[in-house]
């Protein structure tokens, strides 16, 4: 399951996508912005510093920018980088999977599901993502 902490993280950073190249906004703004509590956000910009998507500089006119291109973070980086591997069921990443593994019509299913949510989330960038209006989420590709 796809924590809260990650889909904050992922408006995070498409808040930060949605400026200027370059602006600076503080976390108190991201926090008024996007109706994030300002800790989880400030817990939040640690991680995507840690991942060298974010700078950040303190004092009066600190604050956060992005520090790479958004076009070329997906979501599924983003997901990952906050709540580790995605998976639709844990039978797919169990270490010991169950004894009927080699006979389970439904192991298959989960592969392909997993196949495809995977890609949907590495086809939708963050840049992508700052571009569309809620209104028109069609347009992200199928």
């Not at 939040?44 to 076009?71: E, Y």
């Not at 004894?99 to 997993?114: E, G, N």
Request: aromatic share 2%; net charge positive; glycine share 6%.
């Amino acid at each position: 399951m796809i924590t809260k902490k990650a889909e904050y993280a992922i408006i995070i950073l498409a808040e930060l996508a949605s400026h200027p190249q370059g602006e600076i906004l503080t976390s108190k703004k991201i926090a008024q912005n996007r109706s994030i509590p300002v800790n989880l956000v400030v817990q939040l910009l640690a991680l995507l510093k840690d991942a060298g998507w974010i700078t950040g500089t303190r004092g009066p006119t600190g604050g956060i920018k992005l520090n790479i291109d958004p076009s070329t973070i997906n979501l599924r980086e983003v997901i990952e980088n906050i709540d580790g591997k995605i998976g639709i069921t844990r039978c797919l990443f169990s270490d010991t999977p169950c004894q009927d593994k080699t006979h389970c019509s439904l192991r298959a299913i989960w592969v392909k599901a997993q196949q495809k949510m995977l890609s949907v989330l590495e086809d939708v960038s963050i840049k992508n993502l700052s571009e569309i209006d809620p209104s028109e989420i069609n347009r992200i590709k199928d």
